[in-house]
């Protein structure tokens, strides 16, 4: 019981101190996974949706596949993201292997599955419901698409907090495309990653904690604004 | 409620690009390095020394050697500073790197539980530790990489049974299949003798009840280089910032920075560019 009274004390330390590299790597865990998770949004949900409402040959084939990758496993995203990006690589020119950028791309690869196949399960409960009303009303598809994800944007919250739950645990892509740069790519998970290879394990406990915290507070966020917006508009 | 949402977004995304800028900014090179030398702390202590003097950032990716040879294969770093001298003189012969040279050495160590079952403190060298472990079937942990620790390992099974005990499926030898810090977990888990670098050891917070057993034979000298990727090879390569930090790290001044780390109050590297 020791261990886990030491990491509460080591979180609690460093919350109090609050050391600026602490900072660092908190801002730049929440920068690279928000970012993600707003890049994964713009192309999860109109993508989620429209699977939702088109009729095409093969839709069901590309739900599967889409459900499917909601088990990509970040290693595999990691690896596939670093040969890309590889100086080697086709878009070695680029530069970006080992920075922040490069990050992003690898969590939003990760996480736009999570978000599309996600809305396109709540958007498909709507659209059985309200299907006949928009064909009376002759509404185009790509308007009942806004609609419908407009009319379902409070369940949809839940949706992108998946996603933002995925990004800012995943450690697997981030290491392998980052790098684990001191004060460039170093985020919250590779350096519990790191503290724990140096047997720090009290240390990496504790900044697992202050993890958990960070996402109690994103979504203690959410909520309270969806609540609010509920209120609101009814 | 609408126009809010899209001036955040604007914001977010040109926060984001403006950050990248930053970093493009800065001058900085990439070296592909071990984790010993990142876990041992002598890379806090170093680097700040040198960008201090010359304004160019080090950006140090550390992994097992073998992957970071290959990181620098790919062009992805400017410099590689690892310990397998076999595998960097291969790189230099491949015309993957520009010229090898010797920084500083360290040493490796046997580790393992304090009451010491196969009694290693008393063998006189570390072939015959191996042997003893090997003989009384006591749990043994190895990396299992690529990794320069992992290669020094085999050699020295190699030596002492002439074959590797894995090959023999050997059940008290176990690869973990990780980095060193790991596999130190893991042996200090299961009370198993591990080889590993001083410097990571005595950095190494969960030792729990292992302790050093066997040290000091010149087998276990572990010799570390450095090489500067091939510019012609990869024209990205930025050659002068890694001549320059190159030749910091040879210099007496890089040379006698490194003597000066402490760990625990003892010396960990030993620099021995300057003979």
């Known amino acids: 019981m020791s261990d886990f009274s030491e990491a509460f004390a080591a979180a609690f330390a460093l919350i109090i101190s609050f050391e600026s590299s602490l900072a660092e790597i ?50 595999v995203v990691g690896l596939i993201v670093y040969l890309l990006l590889s100086r080697s690589g086709p878009l070695g020119t680029l530069g ?80 392998i495309v980052g790098g684990n740069i001191d004060h460039v790519t170093r985020v919250m998970t590779t350096t519990i990653a790191l503290e724990t290879s140096k047997g720090n394990l009290a240390l990496a406990l504790g900044l697992g904690i202050i993890l958990l915290c960070l996402a109690l507070g994103v979504n203690a966020a959410a909520f309270l604004i969806n609540e609010a917006a509920v209120k609101r508009h009814g | ?21 930053a970093f493009a900014a800065e001058r900085f ?66 015309g993957f790197g520009v010229e090898r040279s010797d920084v500083m050495f360290n040493d490796f160590v046997i580790v393992g539980p304090e009451n010491d079952p196969a009694k290693v403190d008393v063998t006189k060298t570390v072939v015959a530790a191996y042997q003893a472990i090997a003989d009384k079937k006591s749990i043994f942990t190895s990396r299992g990489d690529d990794s320069g620790t992992h290669k020094k390992s085999l050699s020295i099974w190699q030596a002492a049974l002439k074959m590797v005990p894995l090959s023999s499926g050997a059940k008290w030898y176990r690869e ?41 034979d010149p087998m276990l000298q572990n010799q570390y280089g450095i090489i ?25 001044e890089g040379q006698t920075a490194i003597n000066n780390y402490k760990l625990n109050g003892k010396q960990v590297f030993f620099a021995n560019a300057l003979k």
Do not use: C
């Not at chain 1, 970012?35 to 084939?61: D, E, K, Q």
């Open chain 1, 26 to 75: 908190v801002g730049l865990s929440l920068q690279i996974s928000l970012i993600a998770v707003l890049l994964a949004s713009l192309i999860g949900l109109p993508l989620g949706a429209a699977l939702a409402v088109f009729r095409f040959p093969g839709r069901l084939t590309l739900v599967v596949i889409l459900n499917a990758l909601m088990g990509l496993p970040p290693v």
């Open chain 1, 96 to 175: 970006l292997l080992f920075t922040p950028t490069a990050m992003i791309i690898a969590q939003t690869i990760l996480i736009t599955p999570i978000i599309a196949a996600l809305t396109r399960q709540s958007t498909d409960t709507l659209w059985k419901e309200y299907s006949e009303q928009f064909r009376s009303l002759g509404t185009r598809p790509d308007e009942t698409v806004i609609a419908l994800l407009w009319d379902n944007r409070f369940s949809l919250v839940t949706t992108i907090l998946a996603g933002f739950g995925r990004a800012s645990a995943e450690v697997g892509a981030v290491m």
């Open chain 2, 1 to 21: 409620m609408k126009v809010r949402f899209k001036s955040v977004l604007i914001s977010l995304i040109a926060s984001s690009v403006l950050a990248a800028n």
């Open chain 2, 29 to 94: 090179i990439i070296v592909a390095s071990t984790t010993s030398t990142v876990n041992s702390g002598l890379f806090d202590y170093l680097l700040p020394k040198f960008t201090k003097r010359h304004g160019i950032q080090i950006r140090v990716v550390g992994v097992g050697t073998g992957q970071a040879i290959r990181v620098a294969r790919r062009g992805d770093a400017d410099v590689l500073f690892v310990h397998h001298k076999k595998s960097e003189l291969a790189f230099v012969r491949g």
């Open chain 2, 176 to 216: 973990t299949g990780s980095g060193m810090g790991a596999t130190l977990n893991i042996a200090s888990a299961m009370n198993a003798y591990t080889l590993t670098d001083r410097a990571t050891w005595e950095n190494f917070k969960n030792k729990g009840k292992l302790k050093i057993l066997f040290q000091h």
């Open chain 2, 228 to 252: 500067k990727v091939n510019p012609e090879r990869h024209n990205h390569i930025k050659s002068k910032e890694a001549d320059t930090f190159i030749s910091w790290l040879l210099s007496s």
